[in-house]
């Protein structure tokens, strides 16, 4: 049986004339307990509420306040030196405390939310310095909302063709006791050295986006190619068609073939 949860003792407390051989009935899938459902029904009767009692339960052993402010000094990064947080499993390995109660400590005393940390290019002081003046150059080129809805952004991307595996999931049983006595072929994914990849093309905006151009497997993607198949038969016919007589702007990235001369 799982947790009884506030969803439940609400649907409990809505059909409380039920009695709990009905609700058990009617709701096979929560796989109450009778006796619990007995006893919410009673405090609701006498008292016309489903909460518990202030106070009731077992007394908090872990979740005291000075644990709660030892893993919140070190769940938390310190803002004079980033990225000094602990993990929960680091903590209770640095505290003796139980991961369950520090995570609940995290979630329920802190009130704390947890993001995934994602992968950034480190810029230096001139990176930044150049990116802020640029963000003025573009502010100043594309001033209203208007002039930002013709901009189009293109950009390449390369598919592999092998599909990938998730090697966590990719298991094999076997009634052998030793993972030698096996059969390698049973236990050897063969892969390619290169996988085979195509490459597509498309541009976005605001006003739509352009089919995706396929890119020949066979070709080499320099300036003379790419101006001529992809911009040319591909993307800019496209984009003059959707934008019709409005001025447009292309916006490309610094790929050699996007900034060569021709």
């Given at each position: 049986?799982?947790?009884m949860t506030?969803?439940?003792?609400s ?6 004339g ?6 058990m009935?009617?709701?096979p899938?929560?796989m ?13 009767d006498?008292e016309?509420?489903?909460a518990r ?11 005291t306040a ?6 919140s ?5 310190q803002?004079?030196t980033l990225?000094s ?8 390995r ?7 109660s520090?995570q ?5 005393d802190l009130?704390?939310?947890q993001?995934?940390r994602?992968?950034g290019q480190r810029?230096?002081?001139?990176c930044?310095?150049k990116g802020?003046?640029?963000?003025h150059?573009l502010?100043?080129r594309f001033?209203t909302?208007r002039?930002?809805?013709?901009v189009?952004f293109?950009n ?9 595996n ?6 094999v049983?076997?009634?052998g ?6 059969s390698?072929s ?5 892969r ?6 195509i490459?597509v ?12 151009i396929?890119?020949d497997p066979?070709?080499?993607v320099n300036?003379e190619?790419y ?14 068609n959707?934008c019709?007589?409005y001025?447009w702007?292309?916006q ?6 996007h900034?060569?001369?021709?």
């Open positions: 049986m799982g947790r506030e969803e439940d003792r649907l409990i407390f809505f059909h409380k039920w009695g709990s051989w009905r609700m009935k009617e709701f899938l929560k109450w307990n009778r006796r619990t459902v007995d006893n919410i029904i009673k405090r609701i006498s016309s509420t489903t009692k202030l106070g009731s339960g077992r007394p908090k052993s872990a979740r000075e644990n709660v402010e030892v893993v000094d070190l769940i938390c990064s803002e004079e990225h947080h602990l993990s929960p499993r680091e903590i209770e640095h505290t003796g405390i139980s991961r369950s520090i609940r400590m995290i979630k329920k009130a704390l939310k993001y995934k994602v992968v810029l230096n002081a001139d930044k310095l802020f003046h640029r963000s150059q502010l100043q001033p909302d002039s930002v809805r013709a189009w293109t390449e991307k390369t598919f592999t063709v092998e599909t990938p998730n090697t966590q999931n990719d298991r049983y076997s009634r006791t030793r993972k030698y006595s096996v390698a049973r236990l050897i994914r063969e390619s050295h290169f996988s085979r990849s490459m093309s498309v541009g976005v905006s605001r006003m739509g986006k352009t089919r995706v396929f890119i066979e070709a080499k300036s190619y101006c001529q198949h992809v911009l040319g038969d591909g993307l800019l016919v496209d984009v003059r959707r019709q007589r001025l702007t292309l490309q990235d610094g790929s050699p073939y900034t060569a001369k021709k």
